[in-house]
């Protein structure tokens, strides 16, 4: 270990997390229970809403919250969490975990905007002996060719000799109350032996499941870029099934199930692949590689297969519209849901708006209905202004279930429908005998 680190900086652990979203709060509050930490966010209405143990996201375990934030407020600075969007209060801090969002721009290129805007915030305030730990997505190479040179130009500071960066990448599944943060297993790294060893016990303190430490940061980056790759080019093969297997008539659902009765089968479903990881985050890895000179062709088919998808629904509802003597112009519709998955209010990256845009394309008056998600998010993100509530005054020619929230498996679908209207179930999620068509 160099000797420009003392030994107090390792032995009291006082941990910044940036950014408080989906990825952030659920790691303040477990590293609350041993630690001082200091939820940080730009967005000043986030941090007082959490300072109030209001989240959402309804990701945060509220009694967990109001736990570690009184915990604070009783033992000041020895453990707990508190929250700022001050700048200045993350000078007391020595581990710096980023988890701002890493999106993509409307090239499909990735947009590393909040990630180097968060490396500037944090080069003017950190000190030697610190450690910047990034758990954001990025290509591999991103943490050291990106962010660390960025740290070293507004710190002074120079980069494995005055602080040091690790990278362990989120595994958060929105809206997963069993899987959570401490259930599953954490990949760590860090830019030095001893680093590495560092980072993987402050998180071999809270997660439960273990982890798995990596033998550079570049291989715990690629890890989390494949994770989700690997997932999309699955759904997309059984995404084109259902493409082929509607030209010919046969339930793509029957045929997995089917197929399934075999022990080595992976049974993936069809389905609209959005999200803030798994529609995204292969970009990043064919980014990198088409930066390298290689120009991925499973991983971009795969993608142009999931992005279509909305597209395809939209065109079979209108193809059974017409079957049912359904004049299309003016034809009201709805579409239930618009999160992208169930009981979750994420709207980050969903592809029911390729089915809204669709609809809207072929001259129909579309509605949007979703319990879950906000309306002022909703308009803010896409333009797209979605009901509150449904009115049984409204009757729709055609009904468009786009995700299985649990008030969509058992609603009464008749009561908002025209006699001779259509049902169509994106995720196979109804009786089949009361729907027209599904995925």
């Keep these: 270990m160099n000797q420009n680190i003392t030994s107090q900086s390792l032995i009291e652990t006082k941990i910044a997390i940036i950014g408080l979203g989906y990825v952030g709060l659920p790691l303040a509050i477990e590293f609350g229970k041993k630690y001082d930490v200091l939820g940080f966010d730009i967005n000043a209405s986030r941090v007082e809403e959490l300072s109030m143990c209001i989240d959402r996201t309804q990701e945060a375990n509220l009694q967990d919250l109001k736990l570690v934030t009184e915990l604070k407020h009783r033992n000041k600075s020895q453990i707990g969490l508190g929250f700022s969007s001050n700048i200045d209060d993350l000078k007391h801090f020595n581990i710096f975990i980023v988890t701002v969002p890493t999106p993509i721009d409307q090239f499909k290129t990735p947009d590393l905007t909040p990630l180097i805007n968060a490396s ?4 003017s305030v950190l000190k030697k002996g610190d450690i910047v730990i990034y758990e954001s997505t990025v290509y591999p190479g991103c943490t050291e060719e990106d962010c660390v040179p960025v740290l070293e130009q507004i710190s002074g500071l120079k ?9 362990s990448p989120e595994r958060i599944n929105p809206g997963d109350k069993i899987n959570t943060l401490t259930k599953i ?9 001893e680093i590495a060893n560092r980072v993987d016990d402050i998180y071999r303190s809270i997660i439960e499941a273990g982890t798995h430490k990596a033998p550079s940061i570049k291989v715990a980056e690629a890890s989390k870029a494949i994770e989700n790759a690997q997932r999309d080019i699955n759904i997309s093969f059984v995404n084109e099934l259902a493409l082929i297997f509607d030209r010919m008539g046969i339930d793509t659902h029957d045929v997995i199930e ?3 009765t075999k022990w080595n089968f992976l049974k993936y479903q069809p389905g609209l692949v959005g999200g803030h990881c798994i529609g995204v985050d292969p970009y990043y890895l064919a980014h990198k590689a088409q930066s390298l000179g290689y120009h991925p062709q499973v991983i971009l088919s795969g993608r142009r297969v999931n992005d279509n998808m909305g597209s395809f629904v939209a065109d079979k509802v209108v193809k059974l519209m017409i079957q049912k003597d359904h004049k299309i112009k003016g034809a009201k519709a709805l579409i239930m849901g618009i999160t992208f998955k169930e009981n979750c209010p994420d709207v980050r990256n969903t592809r029911v708006v390729d089915i809204y845009h669709e609809l809207i394309s072929f001259g129909l008056k579309v509605d949007i209905y979703d319990p879950w998600a906000g309306v002022d998010e909703v308009q803010h993100e896409y333009g797209i202004g979605i009901i509150d509530k449904l009115d049984d005054a409204i009757k729709y020619d055609v009904v468009i279930v786009a995700v ?4 969509f498996l058992t609603f009464d679908y008749k009561k908002i429908m025209q006699d001779n209207g259509v049902i169509f179930d994106t995720k196979a999620c109804l009786d089949r005998k009361i729907v027209d068509g599904r995925l």
């Design 120 to 123: 500037k915030m944090l080069g």
């Design 404 to 407: 299985a929230h649990s008030e």
């Design 159 to 167: 980069f494995n000799t005055d602080f040091f960066a690790g990278y």
């Design 185 to 193: 297993k954490k990949v760590t790294s860090g830019s030095t032996l």
């Design 258 to 260: 089917a197929a399934g």
